[in-house]
């Protein structure tokens, strides 16, 4: 009970710092609590990752940027000063320099090198071995949702801990599918959460957006919601449990060793697993969503399992969708901070200590490449009101950079290499980008990637 206690507490005070919370409730105890806990957290984070700059030997990397008003180390947001390197690692010509030129080489040749360098320099190597999952219905009830029938069923994806029994991991996985279908339904996972018993957050007044679910309900398909933070806590602190942990018998991680963003990915995988065995859904049209630091999940996922037949990658940045060799917005630095860097493998934070990002052998539009030929959907806000720190052009520049693969597949790309004006949807390939006019969500995208899905879903 106290690991749930202090699960649901930081679920819900990540949420509350979004938005407005009365004085009386910044003052009580449960904040307190919560701040200590957080202490406690960014202090191990930062000891573990000191711990892997020396054993990388590393003496010290480059600042992140601070995104604050009058900041004295602002992001760049001048697109003129956003492209230091022109070396761009090509997704088509091999790592010694021949050119791919079928399908062939690129499935058997390239593709296997790109996936190497990923896992090496940046998400790191999943093991050989990792333990099973096994899958338990906790609850399953009927219900009403939006004035459709669904049945909602709560599983729990209890891991196999045979190699550490000190280490409890216990996924956690809802799924919602309309009951007035006959036939199995195709199903849209999103990286998320569930709100505890009674708990109830003000919903900005400005967001008018239709909820997600509801709209793919009304299309007669299923949704999950799956949350990652059961499968890898998202920070430093964390890397000796969870799935990592457990593998590592929870010892600390290697510098090859798998960072969350795999892990969770790892997880998705897991749950689709699951799906495969619901007569109720179609497996073979699971889709994979998720926003911010889980659309950089929802991305890596769809890259690393060919299962998942498309995505929504929203708001992803730098460990998703943009270049890393732009300096635009977020940056490396920020990215391998002790914030940050559980992301990853602990070989990223050469690449802001003695190496920089263009040393890396792979780029964004390179993990966007190994989804094809399977649709994939970007999106993105406005600069004006989400701000310039996922750099929403430098998303469409490397989703340009993937559409040679897609063609090479026999797909569609973009269709242009000309970033479209704000609200336009290019929807009409196998790659798909919107800006929206909101912030940081994909919510008003939602129903254009309705649209690009029907496609696909049947």
């Excluded at 593998?247 to 495969?276: F, H, I, T, V």
Aim: glycine share 8%; charged share 15%.
């Amino acid at each position: 009970m106290k690991m749930k206690k202090i699960y649901w507490l930081s679920i819900c005070m990540t949420v509350w710092f979004v938005g407005e919370m009365h004085a009386q409730q910044r003052d009580s105890a449960w904040l307190r609590q919560f701040q200590e806990m957080q202490r406690k957290i960014q202090q191990a984070s930062e000891a573990d990752h000191q711990r892997m700059m020396t054993l990388l030997h590393i003496d010290s990397l480059r600042p992140g940027y601070d995104p604050s008003p009058n900041s004295s180390h602002p992001p760049n947001t001048n697109e003129s000063k956003a492209n230091p390197y022109s070396h761009l690692p090509d997704p088509l010509v091999l790592n010694n320099g021949q050119r791919v030129t079928t399908p062939d080489m690129w499935w058997h040749l390239r593709r296997t090198e790109i996936q190497a360098a990923f896992d090496t320099c940046i998400y790191g190597r999943v093991p050989e071995h990792t333990p099973d999952v096994h899958w338990q219905v906790v609850e399953e009830k009927p219900d009403t949702q939006w004035h459709i029938p669904v049945i909602v069923k709560q599983l729990v994806g209890h891991v196999d801990n045979s190699m550490d029994t000190s280490i409890h991991v216990n996924i956690a996985l809802t799924i919602t599918l309309p009951t007035h279908i006959d036939h199995p339904v195709p199903v849209m996972m999103a990286f998320g959460f569930v709100w505890p018993p009674g708990f109830h957050f003000p919903q900005a007044a400005s967001d008018s957006t239709t909820p997600w679910q509801q709209l793919v309900l009304q299309q007669g398909w299923g949704y999950a919601i799956l949350i990652p933070t059961t499968i890898q806590a998202d920070n430093g602190a964390g890397l000796t449990s969870g799935i990592i942990g457990l593998c590592n018998q929870g010892k600390p991680r290697q510098p090859n060793d798998w960072g969350a963003l795999r892990a969770w990915a790892w997880g998705a995988s897991r749950a689709l697993d699951y799906m495969e065995t619901d007569p109720a859904i179609n497996a073979k049209q699971v889709g994979i969503e998720g926003l911010s630091r889980y659309g950089k999940a929802a991305l890596v996922t769809m890259a690393y399992d060919q299962r998942f037949a498309i995505a929504l990658i929203g708001s992803s940045g730098k460990g998703g969708a943009t270049f890393y060799r732009r300096d635009f917005g977020e940056g490396m630095g920020n990215l391998a901070s002790a914030a940050e860097y559980h992301w990853f493998c602990g070989n990223f934070l050469k690449y802001d200590g003695p190496l920089t990002a263009n040393d890396l052998p792979v780029d964004a539009h390179e993990l966007i490449a190994m989804c094809a030929p399977r649709p994939v959907f970007i999106s993105t806000g406005s600069p004006t009101v989400e701000g310039n720190w996922v750099d929403d052009r430098g998303q469409f520049m490397a989703e340009v950079a993937a559409g040679p693969v897609y063609l090479l597949l026999g797909k569609k790309d973009l269709g242009t290499t000309k970033m479209p004006p704000m609200g336009t949807a290019l929807i009409s390939g196998d790659l798909a980008f919107r800006q929206h006019f909101g912030g940081h969500t994909d919510g008003p995208n939602w129903p254009y990637f309705i649209e690009f899905a029907k496609k696909y879903f049947h």
